[in-house]
């Protein structure tokens, strides 16, 4: 059977997140409706496997996914058909034929996202669920010098939200940049690493707030890895702000 890859982005603002879940509208299984159907329903359910999961109100302009037809259609027809079939808030970008070991999550070696923060004083009613919000004083200088100490390989045991199933909570972060976006009254940020941990950026991401917000000192994230106790960080960073940006291979 042929194997797809897909690059998907999809507005989560409406959807449970990725994951298939009972009840629940699903990135996933608004994906594998349209595969099926596609496939004219065949007797066994085709799967569509994701990069990862993303939670309830994330969203992602990069998502990539794989499924295997019973019959081989052109990519681009496959995208196209897709997309006349997909709901508005999920777009394809991009089918490729791949070989039958690729897998979307395994195969993956790089993952890129993207956090947008608004800094108004109010919350903005065509920002709300695409930003995150904060409105207490900040010092951005000493969220820059903290954000340096993220990159490389640790322990994340700390910034991992209680309910996650990997068996190691090692992660190597590759980069973590910050920019000021004051024509937007926004603050980016931006995550690379091999992989990331359940709430593992809304995390690192409300650590650095409570840097700039001075509730912690500004060489704190040292001493959450060395603690390796989740209890020490409380606060996690909205939903609505994350983005998965790419999924390199």
């Given at each position: 059977?042929?194997?797809?890859?897909?690059?998907?982005?999809?507005?989560?603002?409406?959807?449970?997140?990725?994951?298939?879940?009972?009840?629940?509208?699903?990135?996933?299984?608004?994906?594998?409706?349209?595969?099926?159907?596609?496939?004219?329903?065949?007797?066994?359910?085709?799967?569509?496997?994701?990069?990862?999961?993303?939670?309830?109100?994330?969203?992602?302009?990069?998502?990539?996914?794989?499924?295997?037809?019973?019959?081989?259609?052109?990519?681009?027809?496959?995208?196209?058909?897709?997309?006349?079939?997909l709901p508005y808030d999920?777009?394809?970008?991009?089918?490729?034929?791949?070989?039958?070991?690729?897998?979307?999550?395994?195969?993956?070696?790089?993952?890129?996202?993207?956090?947008?923060?608004?800094?108004?004083?109010?919350?903005?009613?065509?920002?709300?669920?695409?930003?995150?919000?904060?409105?207490?004083?900040?010092?951005?200088?000493?969220?820059?010098?903290?954000?340096?100490?993220?990159?490389?390989?640790?322990?994340?045991?700390?910034?991992?939200?209680?309910?996650?199933?990997q068996k190691t909570t090692?992660?190597?972060?590759?980069?973590?940049?910050?920019?000021?976006?004051?024509?937007?009254?926004?603050?980016?940020?931006?995550f690379s690493g091999n992989?990331?941990?359940?709430?593992?950026?809304?995390?690192?991401?409300?650590?650095?707030?409570?840097?700039?917000?001075?509730?912690?000192?500004?060489?704190?994230?040292?001493?959450?890895?060395?603690?390796?106790?989740?209890?020490?960080?409380?606060?996690?960073?909205?939903?609505?702000?994350?983005?998965?940006?790419?999924?390199?291979?």
């Amino acid at each position: 059977m042929p194997r797809y890859k897909a690059t998907i982005a999809y507005d989560g603002t409406d959807f449970y997140g990725w994951q298939v879940q009972p009840n629940k509208r699903t990135v996933q299984a608004e994906m594998e409706l349209v595969v099926n159907k596609m496939a004219k329903n065949p007797t066994e359910h085709i799967r569509v496997q994701g990069s990862g999961r993303t939670d309830a109100r994330v969203h992602a302009k990069g998502q990539v996914a794989h499924f295997d037809l019973p019959f081989d259609i052109p990519a681009e027809a496959v995208r196209k058909g897709l997309s006349t079939m997909l709901p508005y808030d999920i777009g394809i970008k991009k089918v490729e034929k791949v070989s039958e070991d690729f897998h979307a999550q395994y195969s993956a070696h790089d993952k890129t996202y993207f956090y947008r923060f608004s800094t108004t004083e109010f919350i903005d009613p065509f920002k709300r669920n695409y930003t995150g919000h904060w409105h207490r004083r900040l010092k951005p200088e000493l969220m820059q010098q903290a954000i340096g100490d993220y990159v490389g390989e640790h322990d994340w045991l700390s910034f991992v939200a209680s309910g996650f199933q990997q068996k190691t909570t090692v992660r190597t972060v590759y980069s973590a940049k910050m920019w000021l976006k004051p024509e937007e009254d926004e603050i980016w940020f931006e995550f690379s690493g091999n992989g990331f941990l359940y709430n593992q950026i809304r995390i690192m991401v409300g650590v650095l707030l409570e840097i700039g917000n001075g509730v912690r000192p500004v060489d704190d994230i040292q001493r959450l890895f060395a603690v390796k106790d989740r209890q020490q960080v409380q606060f996690t960073a909205p939903a609505q702000g994350l983005y998965l940006m790419d999924v390199k291979y």
